[in-house]
Every structure is written in C-alpha cells, then in structure tokens.
C-alpha cells in the first residue's frame, strides 16, 4: 500500500467509524467470547507475499469488531471508561498522518510546545495555583512511578541514582489501602519492596487521616526506618475513597516529606468547582496526576501530572547525552526528562482540540450530568426488593450488592452475559460488590437509567442461587 491507498482507505476507514459509532448502542458491551475465539480465526504463521488491502479489511470487519468490548459504547460503566471524544479522535488521526517521536524539543517543537501550554489550560482548568508546570504521561502509573522515583532520589540525596539501593538506608513510603495498585507497581518497580509501602488505616469515610500518617510515620522513625515520601488517594478505583488531602499533606510538609496525589479518573471532575471541596489543600501537593483519557474524551494516552517544582523530577529522570543535545538552544523543555521512556506520542493535539470543540462549560455538564444520574440510578436500585447499596455515591461511583456473594457474583454475570450494559465488581470490607461508574462520554440518562431496569427484570425473572458451574 503506498501513499494513495492511505488516501482511499482512511476515506473508507472515517466511515467506518462513523457507522461503528453510531451502531454501538445494538451491540454488546462486552465481547462475548471464549478464550482463544480470535486467535483461532488468524493464521498462525506470516505471509510471505503481500497480500490485497480489499482482503485485509474483510478480514478486519469479520473478525474484530465482534471481538472487542466496546470502550466507547454509551453504556460502559465498567472500571472507568476510556473515553474518546470525536474531537480526539480526529487529533489523533492528524498526530498519526504525522507519526512524530516527540522526546526531545528539536524533534517536533509543536508537540513540545502544545504539551505545554495544554498542561497549564487543564491546571487552570481544576484550579491548582499558578507555578504549577508539568507533562503528559501515557498512563498514570508511569506517572506514578516518575513521582516515586524522584520521592526516592530526595531522600536519598540522589545518591541512589549513582550508587544504586544496595546498603542504603530502608526507605518508607505512605498509602492507604485504597490506593490504586499501580502505586504497590512503583514502590515494587522502584526498588522500595513492597513491604516499605505502609497501608495507613482508614476512618469510616475510607480516608487516610492526618493523625494515622502522622502516627505511622512517627512508628517508623522510632524503628530507625527512614521515611520517604507519601501517596495520597484522591479517587479510589474501587468505590471513590479520597484520604483527607489538606491534612495529610499538612503533617507530610511538617515531617519533611513529598507528597503524589493520585486523582487518576476523579481528577477531572475539578474542572467542577463545586467539587474541588472533596481535594481541599492540593495546592499544597508536590505532584498530581489525573488521566484526561478517563473523564474529559481525549483517548487513551493522556494522563497528566503536574509538578510544584519539576527540577527534582528532571534531575531524578533526566539524561542528556550528546546526541540529544539541542545546540544553542538552553531554554527549551525535553519533556523525555521529565518521564521514563525516552520515545513519546503526541499527546497534547488532541487535548487542544477537545478542550475547543467541548469548551470547559460543555465538558462539565457532562461532568455534572454523570453525577446526577449515578445518584437517580442509586434510587431506584436501592429501591429495587434484595437490592442493597453498599457505598453511596463518589461523585458518579456506587456499589451495590445483594444479600448473598454468590447472589451478586450470579447477578453480575447475567448482567454482562445480557450485554445492554457493563459493569464491574470490587470487595468492600470482604463483601462482594458490583460496581456503578458513570462516566461514558456519550452517554444519555435514559442510558444510565436501563441499569435499575436491567437489574429490575433480572431480579424478576430468576432466582439468583449461586452460580452456575461452568
Ligand atoms: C485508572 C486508575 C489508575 C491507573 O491508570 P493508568 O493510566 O491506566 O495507569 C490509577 N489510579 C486510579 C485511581 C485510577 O482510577
């Protein structure tokens, strides 16, 4: 395929698109599939000759789409959805004709330069204070991971750099246990040990306090252990915990230490001021990141971090060899010092082109709407009979279960197996939970409403034993 099979194609693709989009509400959600139903259908060695792109694309249409779960589907409320705007995905397209490697300012000043001003609109946009700068990661656990590292360095003088960890002082990091386990990834990937990661206690509210960091720090330093930086949950993935940011933060700057706030898919919802209660004292944290690819339609990859003062961070990450010097050029940003790959996409076009086409007003009522509707779906399944909430709503997050484990297990799968809508579970306490997350960017209240019905009829219809074996 040469460059005007590219133009005919990406004619024949865009409409493809469109006619996928506009089909996802009589699909299901969720592939229903059998392991190795795909693979089966692809040949299992190479071909030598070229082959026709006519039949590459049958191939694509009778294989694929039926083997996806459909992340952009209106009723995904899954984990949280990777949404993508239409406005991203036409950025992507432009960033993908361009196919740029964006490490270094030289090799795309665009790129660098976008990256930077769009950085600053979103820490307008959920309010942090000016002097805030920061960078566009792939995902939040690699800018999680880049925060860990630099907290890391702090403490050890960056001498773990040089000398590597070996023989040093024990290092300890603070969390609750509703972290995300992308931060247990960091502390293991960082060379901490997973042991040095203190899981806080939580209050009732499944917020980490100022008075329990503060005690298990002053443990720790009483065991001679060296306390190195703290992690802070600003959005659970399993029912929406947020610690007590401004305390914590407060008794972390007492004791010297650097703060991460992770806020990875509630991080958006700032762009709300009504919300911003829930982090109140972030502008004391010393990182944040949050993904634009979860709650604001610019797609997977999109996750920013912004830093009070990056030059830890760039003097943890950063490397300059001589071939990736820019000559005479001291006052630009490489944004590959400030993250761990050294290769990066183009991350910050379609920022630009989503925060125009939706505008901060159009994203919040998006924002707003999902909110409102998590809480109207709430009420009629709490008043649906052996239906029990089992956390109230986060912002758009509930659970809810039925009397029994095997009952709600049992009630889940029929849920999915059905494919109108797609849900997920998480353990509260020890009790199985299935999960209610709003947050589909197309999605409709009537949409969000088909889960109490979907739940209604299911209840009506069996009887909700244990499971079924397989
Ligand atoms: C989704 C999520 C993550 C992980 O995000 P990635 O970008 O996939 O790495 C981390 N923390 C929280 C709270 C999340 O919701």
């Known amino acids: 395929m040469d460059h005007e099979g590219l133009r005919h194609w990406s004619k024949r693709a865009a409409d493809w698109a469109a006619d996928y989009h506009a089909g996802l509400r009589d699909r299901p959600v969720r592939a229903p599939l059998v392991p190795g139903a795909v693979a089966r259908q692809v040949p299992g060695t190479p071909p030598e000759m070229a082959e026709p792109m006519e039949a590459i694309w049958s191939d694509f249409e009778a294989i694929v789409p039926g083997g996806m779960t459909h992340w952009q589907h209106p009723r995904f409320f899954a984990y949280f959805p990777a949404n993508a705007a239409p406005a991203s995905m036409l950025a992507e397209q432009l960033v993908n004709a361009m196919a740029c490697n964006a490490l270094i300012w030289q090799t795309s000043p665009a790129a660098t330069e976008i990256e930077q001003v769009m950085v600053d609109w979103l820490r307008q946009a959920v309010g942090l204070p000016d002097g805030f700068v920061g960078t566009i990661h792939d995902s939040a656990t690699n800018a999680t991971l880049s925060a860990v590292l630099t907290m890391r360095e702090k403490a050890l003088g960056w001498r773990g750099l040089d000398e590597g960890l070996s023989g040093g002082p024990i290092l300890r990091f603070y969390a609750s246990a509703e972290t995300h386990s992308s931060v247990d990834k960091a502390i293991r990937v960082a060379?901490?040990?997973?042991?040095?990661?203190?899981?806080?206690?939580?209050?009732?509210?499944?917020?980490?306090?100022?008075?329990?960091?503060?005690?298990?720090?002053?443990?720790?330093?009483?065991?001679?252990?060296?306390?190195?930086?703290?992690?802070?949950?600003?959005?659970?993935?399993?029912?929406?915990?947020?610690?007590?940011?401004?305390?914590?933060?407060?008794?972390?700057?007492?004791?010297?230490?650097?703060?991460h706030v992770d806020a990875a898919w509630a991080g958006s919802a700032m762009i709300c001021p009504e919300f911003r209660a829930l982090w109140a004292g972030i502008e004391g944290a010393d990182s944040v990141v949050f993904n634009p690819h979860k709650w604001l339609g610019a797609q997977f990859d999109c996750s920013v971090q912004l830093l009070r003062d990056p030059g830890a961070q760039v003097r943890t990450l950063g490397l300059r060899p001589t071939y990736l010097e820019t000559a005479g050029r001291e006052e630009i940003v490489n944004f590959n010092e400030w993250t761990v790959p050294l290769g990066r996409r183009?991350?910050?076009?379609?920022?630009?082109?989503?925060?125009r086409a939706y505008g901060l007003d159009g994203l919040r009522t998006r924002i707003r709407n999902h909110v409102a509707w998590a809480e109207l779906a709430r009420v009629e399944l709490a008043a649906l009979?052996?239906?029990?909430?089992?956390?109230?709503?986060?912002?758009?997050?509930?659970?809810?279960?039925?009397?029994?484990?095997a009952a709600t297990e049992s009630l889940l799968q029929r849920i999915n197996?059905?494919?109108?809508?797609?849900?997920?579970?998480?353990?509260?306490?020890?009790?199985?939970?299935?999960?209610?997350?709003?947050g589909s960017f197309d999605c409709s209240k009537e949409d969000v409403m088909l889960i109490p019905k979907t739940v209604q009829e299911m209840l009506a219809s069996c009887s909700f034993g244990p499971l079924p074996s397989r």
């Open 385 to 405: 009979p052996r239906v029990q909430i089992v956390t109230e709503p986060r912002l758009s997050l509930f659970s809810f279960a039925l009397d029994t484990d």
């Open 417 to 438: 197996d059905d494919g109108r809508i797609y849900l997920t579970q998480t353990r509260v306490d020890g009790r199985f939970a299935i999960r209610v997350q709003v």
């Open 191 to 259: 060379g901490i040990g997973q042991r040095n990661l203190v899981k806080v206690a939580t209050d009732a509210d499944r917020a980490m306090t100022g008075a329990a960091l503060r005690a298990a720090i002053a443990a720790d330093r009483a065991a001679g252990l060296m306390p190195a930086g703290v992690i802070l949950c600003a959005g659970g993935t399993s029912v929406g915990a947020f610690d007590r940011i401004g305390e914590c933060i407060a008794v972390a700057q007492a004791e010297g230490l650097p703060t």
């Open 346 to 355: 183009f991350r910050a076009l379609k920022l630009w082109f989503v925060l």
